[in-house]
C-alpha cells in the first residue's frame, strides 16, 4: 500500500496523461480499431453517402492509436521501418483527407475545333478547392478511335492544342491512361463521344453565330441519333436529327470512327420538316438555319486533385518501410532453420 | 490454339503427377522430392510455353478472361509454391495440403472456355504488369502460409501425427507461416497501390470503391488484423493457422469470385 494517493508502493505511478497515452496506444485498441474499419468499409461499398464519418471514425482512431504507441512505445520508435511504415500510412490518410477537401471531379463536351473556356457541365468539387480551371484552354483538335470486330473499343487519340503556363500553344495526343494535365488538371477522353452537326444561325437582326448540336453518344446510342436544340438567342426549340445509311462501325470487322461521307441532318418544327445537306438553310420567324457541316464532339473526364504524387509517394515509402523492415527482422534467421 | 491447349494439358498432367507423387509420398512415408519438384519444373516450362504461345496468338497476356486469368494464376502460383519447395525443404510436406488445391484450380481452367478476350486500351500500361505481378506474389505467398497452416490443423485434428512427425514442431512452423504472411502484406500492400496508380491513369480516379478495389482493401485489412493478432495476443498455432485460412480464402474470393460475379468488378474498366 503507498502512503500517498496515486503513488503506489514500490515505485511511482505515471501521470494520468501518460497512463492515457498507454491504454491509447496499446496493441488491443489498435484491434479493436482495424476490426472496427471493417463494418465501416462495407457501408461505404454499399451506400455513397456513408463515405465519410463511418470511415473517418476508425481511421482517426487509429491515427491517434499510433501517436500513442510512437510516442509511449520506446521499441516501437527503435524499429525504424515498422514507425516509418505506420506514419507512410498516417500520412496516405491525411493526404486523402486534404484531396477531399480540395478536390475538383467533372465532365465536359467539346466539340472538334472548339476551345474549352473553363466550363464544366457537371462539377464535384471539395469545399476548399482553389484552383485556376478559369485560365485553362485547350482545342479539342479531332480524334481517332480504332474499333475492333464486334464493336470493341480501341486506343483513342485525340489531338489537343492547349495553352501551356508560360502562355505558349502546345500540342499533344491525349487519350485513355493519357490525359492532357494542365494547371494540375486532368482532362481524360472518354467513351462518350459522337456526332455533332453544325450550324450558323443568322438572326432577323442580321447578327450571326455558329453552334453544334451535340447528338448522342455514338456508337453507344447508335439509333437515337437526334436530340431538340433552341435556337441561339430565341425561345424556338427545334428537333434535329442526323440521318445517313452507310456503316461506319461494322461489328464484322476491324474499323474506325470517322464521318459519314453522305450524310443529311433533319430539321423539325411542330409540323414542319426539312432536310438539310450541307450548305442548305431552313428559315424560321426568328431567322435562318444554314447546315455548314458535320463534326465530332468528344466528352472528358476531369480531375484535379493536387496530392496525388505525394499520395503516390507516401505508398511507396509505406511498402519500401515495411518490406524493410521485415527484412530486418527475418534476415536474422535463416527460413530453413 | 489447339497446339497450345495441348502443351497446357501436357503442364496439367506433369502438375497433376508432380502433386499425386508428393501426396503419396507423404501419406506412405515414401518420399520422392526430386521427382516432385523434376515434374513441377516440367509442368512451369511446359505452361510458360503454352502461355507465350496464346499471348503471340492474341497479342496480349493472359489477363482477360475467367480461362486466361486461371492459367496464368494457376501458372504464378505453382512458381512461388515450387520456388518454396525447392529453397525451404522442411515445407516440402506441406503440398499435401497445397496440391489439392492447386488440383481444385486446374479442374476449374479445364472447364473454362478458352475463347478469346476483348483487351481494353485501358490495359495497355506497364502498371498492368507491375500491378498483376504484385497480386499474383501475394497470393503464392500466402498459399503457400497456407501449406504450413493446413499441416498445423491437420496435426491438432489428428490426421498424419506419424507422416508430419519430420516437420519441424507446429511453432517453428507458425514463425514461418508468419514470414510468408508479412511477404504477403508487402506485396498486397504494393499491389493496392500499384492499382490505385493505374486506375488513376485509366479512369481517372484512384479509388472508386469498386467491387475489386473494395475487396482488396478488406483482404489487406484482414491480413493486417492477422498480423496484429498475433502480435497482441500470441495465439496458439492453431489459431493463426485458422487466420490464414481465412486470409487465403477471402484472397481466393476476391481473386476468382468478384471478377466474375460482378458485372463491373473495376468501374470504368471498358
Not at chain 1, 525504424?80 to 491525411?94: E, K, P, Q
Not at chain 2, 503454352?50 to 505453382?78: A, D, K, Q, Y
Request: charged fraction near 15%; aromatic fraction near 12%; charge should be neutral.
Amino acid at each position: 500500500m503507498s502512503a500517498f494517493p496515486g503513488i503506489e508502493a514500490g515505485g511511482v505511478e505515471p501521470p494520468a496523461l501518460l497512463r492515457l497515452l498507454r491504454a491509447a496506444a496499446s496493441l488491443k485498441c489498435t484491434l479493436a480499431l482495424l476490426a472496427l474499419l471493417l463494418p465501416a468499409i462495407v457501408l461505404a461499398y454499399n451506400f455513397e453517402q456513408w463515405r465519410s464519418w463511418p470511415l473517418a471514425v476508425p481511421l482517426a482512431g487509429l491515427s491517434l492509436n499510433l501517436i500513442a504507441s510512437v510516442a509511449t512505445n520506446p521499441a516501437f520508435r527503435r524499429q525504424s521501418g515498422l514507425l516509418v511504415f505506420h506514419l507512410s500510412l498516417c500520412g496516405l490518410l491525411a493526404l486523402v483527407a486534404v484531396g477531399r477537401l480540395t478536390y475538383l471531379r467533372g465532365t465536359l463536351e467539346l466539340t472538334e475545333g472548339a476551345t474549352f473556356e473553363g466550363q464544366l457541365n457537371t462539377v464535384d468539387a471539395g469545399p476548399y478547392h482553389a484552383g485556376s480551371l478559369d485560365r485553362v484552354r485547350f482545342i479539342n483538335g479531332g480524334f481517332r478511335i480504332d474499333y475492333d470486330p464486334g464493336l470493341f473499343r480501341g486506343a483513342t487519340r485525340n489531338t489537343v492544342r492547349w495553352l501551356d503556363e508560360d502562355g505558349g500553344w502546345r500540342e499533344s495526343v491525349v487519350g485513355d491512361q493519357y490525359p492532357l494535365t494542365t494547371r494540375g488538371y486532368r482532362f481524360y477522353t472518354s467513351y462518350n463521344k459522337g456526332f455533332a452537326p453544325t450550324f450558323e444561325f443568322t438572326g432577323s437582326n442580321g447578327q450571326t453565330e455558329l453552334g453544334s448540336v451535340h447528338l448522342p453518344s455514338y456508337p453507344l446510342h447508335e439509333l437515337r441519333q437526334a436530340r431538340e436544340w433552341q435556337l441561339p438567342g430565341t425561345d424556338r426549340t427545334i428537333w434535329i436529327m442526323l440521318d445517313f445509311d452507310e456503316v461506319i462501325l461494322d461489328p464484322e470487322t476491324s474499323s474506325q470512327f470517322r464521318m459519314p461521307a453522305d450524310y443529311r441532318v433533319i430539321v423539325r418544327e411542330g409540323e414542319h420538316r426539312s432536310i438539310l445537306a450541307p450548305g442548305q438553310t431552313a428559315t424560321f420567324p426568328e431567322g435562318t438555319l444554314r447546315l455548314v457541316g458535320l463534326r465530332s464532339w468528344m466528352g472528358y473526364n476531369v480531375f484535379y486533385d493536387w496530392t496525388l504524387p505525394w499520395l503516390a509517394a507516401a505508398g511507396a515509402l509505406a511498402a519500401l518501410s515495411l518490406g524493410t523492415h521485415f527484412w530486418q527482422k527475418f534476415m536474422n534467421k535463416p527460413w530453413d532453420s | 490454339m489447339e497446339s497450345e491447349l495441348q502443351v497446357l494439358w501436357a503442364a496439367i498432367v506433369a502438375y497433376v503427377l508432380s502433386g499425386v507423387i508428393a501426396i503419396f509420398g507423404v501419406a506412405l512415408g515414401r518420399h520422392r522430392e526430386r521427382i516432385v519438384l523434376g515434374l513441377m519444373a516440367l509442368g512451369l516450362v511446359l505452361q510458360t510455353l503454352s502461355l507465350g504461345m496464346r499471348w503471340s496468338r492474341v497479342g496480349h497476356g493472359p489477363f482477360i478472361t475467367l480461362f486466361e486469368i486461371l492459367s496464368s494464376n494457376v501458372w504464378s502460383l505453382m512458381l512461388v509454391f515450387a520456388l518454396a519447395y525447392w529453397r525451404i525443404p522442411k515445407l516440402r510436406p506441406s503440398a499435401a495440403v497445397v496440391m489439392p488445391i492447386m488440383f481444385v484450380m486446374m479442374g476449374w481452367l479445364m472447364l473454362a472456355h478458352p475463347g478469346e478476350g476483348h483487351f481494353p486500351p485501358t490495359y495497355r500500361t506497364p502498371w498492368l504488369f507491375i500491378h498483376i505481378g504484385m497480386a499474383k506474389v501475394f497470393l503464392g505467398v500466402t498459399l503457400v502460409a497456407l501449406g504450413i497452416a493446413g499441416v498445423v490443423l491437420m496435426r491438432r485434428f489428428g490426421i498424419g501425427l506419424t507422416r508430419f512427425a519430420g516437420l519441424p514442431d507446429d511453432r517453428r512452423l507458425d514463425e514461418l507461416a508468419y514470414r510468408f504472411m508479412a511477404l504477403g502484406l508487402v506485396f498486397d500492400t504494393l499491389m493496392l497501390i500499384t492499382g490505385a496508380i493505374w486506375a488513376q491513369d485509366a479512369w481517372g480516379r484512384y479509388w472508386a470503391w469498386d467491387p475489386l478495389e473494395t475487396w482488396s482493401f478488406i483482404t489487406w485489412l484482414l491480413l493486417a488484423i492477422a498480423i496484429h493478432l498475433r502480435l497482441t495476443f500470441r495465439p496458439q498455432p492453431v489459431r493463426n493457422a485458422w487466420m490464414i485460412v481465412a486470409v487465403f480464402v477471402l484472397a481466393f474470393l476476391t481473386f476468382f469470385g468478384v471478377p466474375f460475379v460482378s458485372e463491373s468488378p473495376h468501374k470504368g474498366a471498358v
